[in-house]
């Protein structure tokens, strides 16, 4: 059955800003330090899967990239719920953010070797003007801070690569001061490079 999902997107790695996976150019997609963590927050404002209400639903993906580039795959990733969806919602959510219902994720799942088991936890979203934590229990926080020119425009990334491969109209440049801990991920780490801005998924 159809599903669809809106909301917003906040991505963070461990690449200087900016970085260069967003253009989508095999070429460019090296990581700084030669592997890459990463960590995306979603905001479901509204949605639903099989029949299944997925309004107001917070999903978090860790994920371990060993590199030198993305597209050498063989990543460890995990998936954060928010502790107030039911069984219905996990399994739904679950299958959208694994890629099992095609869609965006489904190319970044294909990078994957090894999923984690999926983590129902408190997530909890504090915005304060540009900045925006999202906070998920028992691993760590994704910090989110529009970047502004002089005259206070922010900088914004429009066309193809990432931007519309993860349903977006654009993508605001937002550094990240990313902190996670997850015990079972092959390392902890911090992430300096972001984006974000609103998704339109189906499928």
């Not at 993906?61 to 990733?77: K, R, S």
């Not at 937002?174 to 300096?192: H, I, L, N, V, Y």
Request: glycine share 12%; net charge negative; with cysteine.
């Amino acid at each position: 059955m159809a599903w669809s999902l809106k909301g917003q997107l906040y991505e963070s790695c461990s690449c200087n800003m900016f970085c260069p996976c967003w253009f989508g150019v095999q070429e460019l997609m090296i990581m700084d330090q030669g592997w890459c963590d990463s960590v995306l927050g979603f905001r479901v404002r509204e949605g639903s899967s099989d029949g299944v209400a997925l309004d107001d639903r917070q999903v978090l993906f860790g994920v371990h990239f060993p590199g030198p580039t993305l597209f050498d795959g063989e990543a460890t990733a995990r998936l954060f719920v928010d502790e107030g969806a039911n069984d219905d919602q996990q399994r739904e959510l679950e299958a959208i953010f694994q890629g099992q219902k095609g869609g965006p994720m489904a190319l970044l799942a294909s990078l994957v070797s090894t999923w984690l088991t999926t983590n129902k936890a408190r997530i909890d979203v504090t915005e304060n003007g540009d900045a925006v934590t999202i906070s998920a229990q028992g691993a760590g926080d994704l910090r989110s801070r529009v970047l502004r020119d002089p005259e206070g425009t922010p900088f914004t990334l429009r066309g193809g690569g990432f931007v519309s491969g993860l349903g977006m109209e654009e993508a605001q440049l937002a550094p990240s001061a990313t902190r996670w801990a997850d015990a079972d991920m092959p390392q902890s780490f911090e992430t300096k490079s972001g984006a974000r801005g609103n998704f339109n998924w189906s499928g």
